[in-house]
């Protein structure tokens, strides 16, 4: 009596056979991730407690490295967000104080969504009216950081100053939201602006590619005169704002300033900057910068 084999569907059985290898790489990729985050626990007993476990210029850089390599068929978008979700849930692991204040106005565009997605799906966000709030939760140690919209000649709020106000340079800027800048159609952000700046109890760091920030408080000197003195001291201008102190001819006047490159507390132009100015100049300081984002597109 002859038997009769069933026969088998080949693609059927092809689709097994990749599920079965998706199913391997996934415990890989489980095993990699406690490994990590086994590491990640040795870091946190050698750094000891800090008041802020953020180091944005090394995110920067271990994005760009991961973006820079070939990226294959993975989606536009999807390491950099996989890993900035990591990084955040990272973070908290090594200290959980981690609390940010975010721009969200009673009307318009806000912050809300590009901050989440910075951040990650687990870090606590509070929301605040307008920018100032932003600035003066993290200056009265409500929030670890806050997240403020790009600066504008027109915008009424101008958190700058608060920073630009405070003699011992104590809050700057320090990273830059979104970090990558996707595709018109490729994100999800609701009701959003088109970008934030990170503020904290923190220095950026050098990372190869970065903007800074100056603020400049004078008298009697005009807009004109200003950007041509800081192209004599060495700084490329990209923006540069500038705010009345009050009415008069010889009411100070607030810059605050763009410029390409890093600019550290011991930038050596600051002093050619300041003699150049001389007594007009009443007080100067480095408000940070960021770290220049990705760029849409695939390698």
């Known amino acids: 009596m002859s038997m009769k084999t069933a026969a088998v569907n080949p693609d059927k ?64 978008g999807f390491v950099v ?37 910075f951040y990650g799906a687990f870090t606590p966000l509070m929301e605040v009216p307008s920018a100032s709030a932003a600035i003066k939760a993290v200056q009265a140690d409500k929030a670890t950081v806050a997240v403020v919209p790009l600066p504008d000649a027109k915008d009424k709020d101008a958190w700058w100053t608060l920073l630009a106000a405070d003699k011992k340079n104590t809050l700057t800027v320090f990273a830059i939201v979104p970090f990558e800048n996707l595709k018109a159609g490729r994100s999800n952000a609701r009701n959003s602006m088109p970008g934030g700046l990170v503020v904290g109890k923190l220095y950026p760091e050098l990372t190869g590619d970065d903007h800074s920030f100056l603020a400049l408080q004078c008298v009697h000197v005009p807009e004109g005169e200003m950007k041509r003195l800081l192209g004599k001291a060495g700084y490329k201008v990209r923006q540069m704002i500038a705010q009345s102190g009050g009415r008069g001819g010889s009411a100070p006047t607030v810059y605050l300033v763009e410029t390409e490159g890093y600019v550290g507390r011991n930038d050596t132009r600051l002093a050619r900057l300041r003699a150049m100015l001389g007594s007009r100049l009443q007080h100067l300081a480095p408000l940070g910068g960021y770290a220049v984002p990705l760029k849409s597109g695939r390698r």
């Open 13 to 76: 059985q092809a689709l097994a056979d990749y599920r079965a290898q998706i199913d391997r790489i996934d415990m890989v990729l489980h095993d990699l991730l406690r490994e990590r985050a086994e590491i990640i626990d040795q870091v946190k007993k050698l750094k000891g407690k800090q008041h802020i476990y953020i180091r944005p210029g090394r995110e920067a850089q271990m994005l760009r490295a991961l973006v820079g390599r070939p990226q294959g068929k993975l989606p536009e």
């Open 81 to 117: 967000r996989l890993w900035r979700e990591m990084i955040s849930d990272f973070t908290l692991m090594e200290g959980p104080g981690l609390k940010v204040a975010v721009t969200v106005p009673p009307k318009g565009p806000d912050l809300w969504d590009l901050s989440r997605d």
